[in-house]
């Protein structure tokens, strides 16, 4: 034998960074050696599952022995009605998560661009450098704002795929709908435009837009959406693109056959039909995002204006000490560190309970810190 070690992985893995999820609860506990978890660290929805979702999960048990439908069928067409697209504009896959890497499969060569506002969710570069393409970062301006200009400026002839997460993680920021009308107008028709709206359905600003009126007038745009977020069913997995026909086939063509387990399929038709839920998801958001902005400001932390179910809030000089006392206490939250923003900790919407545990917690803390709180 004549071996000198094992098989070298792909070049370009040596310049990935794993991502790094939110810290798991049972982690903390075991950790910790605490009763009292609050996970407020992964955007996810502090109401739990649609009880429809639940109750169809259940009843459907006894088929897992069956292959999923490879095309997701009822729920893509489920989809179709409620947004106003047609089936073949859809691709539903493993998360949102599987689809940056589809589209990164299907149109990124060596060499190509993805641009990518920043900070935002790593997904975007994990995919570009995945297919050795380069990352074009565009920091966003003053209080995270997405300035077009600067997004148009970065654009060159290598230029394939342009990443805009609205509302954006982990910021809360989002792009107007004028803007990404504006953008669309104005960029050459290489470049496909991926509109991550994983947090659409918090947005209340009048000017957002979840992206869908202009993909239904035929714009080069693809919309990135998940179950994970408002609908509560991060566990099982499962996301949507809508897109022009062309780009749904290009993706279709590099999707594994059963990406789609059979409980996420079954749980997001029924999570789709549960309005209340949804209202409630959205209600309960509304109010505890309010009461962490207040609460936060209370405490003399100033937060950026946020659209999503989460707030990132600057701590300053103090966030990574508190980010660890917090976790001592069984709260978890998300540093800014992996997005370069190492003064700030993004904090997710939880119940109103939630909340306000965190907030106690966080006062106290700061203060055994010797942080004077605003009052
Ligand atoms: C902006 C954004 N897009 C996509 C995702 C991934 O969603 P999924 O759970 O559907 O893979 C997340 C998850 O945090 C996200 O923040």
Same mark, same amino acid.
């Given at each position: ?6 098989t070298p992985a792909r070049e370009t893995l040596g310049r990935m960074a794993p991502y ?21 660290? =992964? ?6 599952? +649609? ?7 259940? @009843?459907?048990? =006894? ?34 998560d599987e689809l940056i890497t589809l589209l990164s499969e299907a149109y990124l060569d060596p060499g190509d661009e993805i641009v990518v506002?920043s900070?935002s969710f790593s997904e975007y570069e994990f995919g570009g450098l995945l297919m050795n393409a380069d990352v074009v970062r565009v ?5 995270? !704002? ?8 970065s654009v060159t002839p290598r230029t394939k795929l342009l990443y ?23 960029l050459p028709e290489r470049v496909l435009v991926v ?25 080069n745009?693809a919309?990135?959406?998940?179950? =994970? ?17 062309a780009i749904?086939r290009a993706l279709?063509q590099v999707k594994e ?22 209202? !409630? +998801? ?11 902005? @207040? ?10 204006? =946020? ?45 109103? @309970? ?20 605003? +009052?």
């Amino acid at each position: 034998m004549n071996r000198t070690g094992p098989t070298p992985a792909r070049e370009t893995l040596g310049r990935m960074a794993p991502y790094t999820p939110g810290k798991p609860i049972w982690e903390v506990r075991e950790e910790y050696g605490l009763d009292r978890i609050v996970k407020l660290a =992964s955007n996810e929805n502090p109401l739990g599952p +649609s009880p429809l979702a639940l109750a169809a999960i259940t @009843e459907m048990l =006894s088929e897992l022995h069956r292959y999923p439908d490879h095309r997701a069928t009822a729920l893509a067409e489920a989809l179709a009605e409620r947004l106003g697209v047609a089936p073949s504009q859809l691709v539903v896959a493993n998360g949102a998560d599987e689809l940056i890497t589809l589209l990164s499969e299907a149109y990124l060569d060596p060499g190509d661009e993805i641009v990518v506002p920043s900070p935002s969710f790593s997904e975007y570069e994990f995919g570009g450098l995945l297919m050795n393409a380069d990352v074009v970062r565009v920091p966003l301006r003053e209080g995270f !704002a997405y300035e077009i200009t600067d997004i148009l400026a970065s654009v060159t002839p290598r230029t394939k795929l342009l990443y805009l997460c609205s509302p954006n993680n982990p910021t809360g920021t989002y792009l107007s709908r004028n803007h990404l009308r504006h953008l669309t107008d104005a960029l050459p028709e290489r470049v496909l435009v991926v509109l991550d709206a994983a947090y659409a359905h918090f947005a209340d600003a009048e000017d957002y837009t979840d992206g869908f009126e202009l993909l239904r007038e035929g714009r080069n745009i693809a919309i990135l959406q998940t179950f =994970s977020k408002i609908y509560g069913l991060a566990g099982v997995r499962a996301g949507y693109c809508a897109a022009p026909e062309a780009i749904v086939r290009a993706l279709l063509q590099v999707k594994e056959p059963f990406n789609v387990n059979a409980l996420a399929q079954t749980a997001a038709i029924a999570a789709l039909r549960d309005d209340d839920h949804l209202a !409630a +998801s959205r209600r309960c958001n509304a109010e505890g995002r309010r009461q962490l902005r @207040e609460g936060l400001a209370a405490l003399g932390v100033p937060t950026t204006e =946020s659209q999503a179910n989460f707030v990132l809030a600057e701590f300053g000089d103090d966030a990574q000490d508190l980010d660890r006392a917090l976790l001592r206490r069984g709260v978890i939250v998300r540093s800014g560190k992996g997005w370069g923003l190492p003064r700030h900790l993004r904090i997710s919407v939880g119940t109103g @309970e939630e909340n306000a545990f965190l907030l106690r917690v966080l006062r106290e803390e700061m203060t055994a810190l010797g942080r004077p709180c605003s +009052s």
